[in-house]
């Protein structure tokens, strides 16, 4: 109820911006990331951080692959030392009860963290599946590599970039963080198989927040760019004006709550580009017709 008190104007084109990098830098708020998204914000660009979930999955995901990993294996033995019938069976019930805990864990979590989604109307961030991440990313970063986020940063770039869920992809990191670096070395194969990708590495480094913000600055013009032109193509679908979605909208108290949902259609990433096409859709049913229309009748 208390969201719900809250006005939300969508119909205003924002670029979207998918924050990944090493756990910390891209999940703090401060200095530590150079306050990176209240300046994102201010350059009015909507964030879209990846929840704490998806790591704490990753650490599951991985110790079940260090499992399978280790199937077979007595690790106090040499590899040429043979195994009698009772340690080959003893080996494999351990595998088994190791695998059945980690799933165990890996469902009790996902139905938490979604029964909390579901109390706030689905709204937050879904979890992405660690398979598909794996899949996606193998290819350019091994995923059995591991430190830091592994193959995450690589994977959600891309999952992000192919699914249209951004129009560019920020990665936070400390000065010196290594795994994050493996992963821009990788990012820059990535890039050039994915080219509508607008990739961005940040380090904290001792240059200070005004280089940074410099930086993403520039490639967040590339952003709002592809995200103007988005935005101004689904609304040339539309048949109405900006002005006429936008009176519309203030007629209807429902269209301005935090909870409305808006639909996400294959090839456009921007909320507010899909929102237009969802009152217009609206617009339509209620059999509302554009003033330029009406004014071609009447003459």
Not at 110 to 130: F, G, S, T
Not at 256 to 266: A, E, N, T
Request: proline letters at 3%; aromatic letters at 8%; a neutral charge.
């Amino acid at each position: 109820e208390k969201f719900n008190a809250i006005k939300v104007d969508r119909t205003r084109m924002k670029p979207i911006v998918k924050i990944t990098g090493e756990f910390w830098a891209q999940t703090t708020e401060g200095d530590g990331n150079f306050n990176m998204f209240p300046f994102l914000e201010r350059e009015g660009a909507q964030l879209v951080v990846e929840p704490i979930a998806t790591w704490i999955l990753y650490m599951l995901h991985q110790a079940k692959e260090v499992n399978k990993d280790e199937k077979g294996l007595k690790l106090d033995k040499d590899l040429t030392d043979k195994l009698s019938l009772k340690e080959k069976l003893e080996l494999k019930k351990k595998y088994k009860q190791n695998m059945f805990v980690l799933t165990l864990a890996e469902k009790i979590f996902e139905r938490e963290y979604n029964r909390v989604r579901k109390a706030l109307d689905n709204m937050p961030h879904e979890i992405v599946d660690q398979k598909i991440l794996k899949d996606l990313a193998h290819k350019f970063y091994n995923s059995r590599v591991e430190g830091g986020e592994g193959h995450l940063e690589v994977g959600k770039s891309i999952y992000y970039t192919i699914n249209n869920l951004c129009h560019m992809v920020l990665s936070l990191k400390p000065f010196g963080c290594m795994p994050s670096t493996q992963s821009d070395g990788v990012q820059s194969v990535v890039t050039s198989v994915y080219k509508d990708m607008i990739f961005l590495p940040i380090e904290t480094s001792g240059e200070g927040d005004v280089n940074a913000h410099s930086r993403v600055q520039m490639a967040l013009g590339e952003a709002k760019a592809k995200a103007k032109n988005e935005y101004n193509e689904c609304l040339a679908k539309t048949g109405y004006s900006l002005e006429e979605i936008k009176a519309f909208v203030e007629t209807r108290e429902d269209l301005q709550k935090p909870f409305f949902h808006v639909s996400h259609r294959k090839g456009i990433s921007g909320v507010g580009a899909n929102f237009i096409l969802d009152v217009a859709e609206i617009m339509k049913k209620e059999g509302i017709k554009t003033t330029a229309i009406e004014n071609c009748l009447r003459d």
